[in-house]
């Protein structure tokens, strides 16, 4: 596994895709999702440049953190559990699953500072994944400045598994346009300036239609 390699080659199609509809590549973040992946496999990742590593289990995140430290800022991609807050909130950066006001709370609760996250949305509507229905959203993301510790910098959502690239564009699309709704509101504690949307299968798609944030696992650090 060569990650320099895998990393060099996802920078071309960032690229590619950026230039095809007029945005800079520099504004879209890499997360190397190395919750498959060794210590040592993740370390070869932020020794190939990727500053920006996720994790969606507790256990993951503070076993890898404890070794790479500072040297990496660290996203929560998975759901987190209301028991789980107080022993990972403070050892991440980014948190990209809020999806309920009890977690909202406990989160606002545990954390010794303001913590950036994302409203992970259900664009697709799939039982199967969590998230915030899509004609909720604003009403959830309003509700949360009750909450001093939790600042919304974007929303999130997961695309289906499918081949069709309309229906993976419509589920992207549907979520920018989410976004800049609650742009508009002017929220202080919601800029929600971020899209974080688009993995191995389908990132270029998502940065063609507003991706700011890439979760990359496989086409990066391998699957395990």
């Known amino acids: 596994m060569e990650v320099a390699k895998n990393l060099m080659d996802i ?3 960032i690229l590619d895709a950026c230039q095809k509809v007029g945005r ?6 890499v997360i190397g999702v190395t919750k498959y992946v060794t210590i040592e496999r993740a370390k070869e990742a932020v020794d190939a440049g990727v500053t920006h590593l996720g994790e ?5 995140l503070l076993e890898k953190s404890e070794h790479i430290e500072e ?4 996203h929560f991609i998975g ?4 028991r ?3 022993e990972v909130i403070d ?6 699953s809020l999806d309920r006001k009890s977690l909202a709370k406990e989160i606002n609760k545990r954390a010794n500072k303001p913590i950036d996250c994302f409203v992970q949305v259900n664009v697709s509507g799939e039982e199967s994944k969590h998230g915030v229905k899509a004609d909720e959203v604003e009403a959830f993301v309003q509700n949360l400045q009750e909450f001093s510790n939790i600042r919304v910098v974007g929303l999130m959502t997961m695309a289906p598994h499918v081949e069709d690239e309309a229906i993976l564009r419509h589920v992207f699309r549907s979520l920018r346009e989410l976004r800049n709704q609650i742009q508009t509101m002017n929220w202080e504690h919601a800029p929600c300036n971020y899209l974080s949307m688009g993995m191995s299968n389908d990132y270029q798609i998502a940065i063609e239609e507003g991706a700011t944030h890439v979760r990359i696992g496989s086409s990066l650090v391998g699957p395990y």
């Not at 969606?56 to 993951?60: L, P």
């Not at 050892?91 to 990209?96: N, V």
């Open 11 to 13: 920078q071309q199609k």
């Open 79 to 82: 759901t987190l559990q209301s």
């Open 56 to 60: 969606n289990r507790m256990e993951g």
């Open 84 to 86: 789980k807050v107080k």
């Open 24 to 29: 800079a590549a520099g504004d879209i973040t």
């Open 71 to 74: 040297q990496a800022v660290w």
């Open 91 to 96: 050892q991440i950066d980014y948190l990209h």
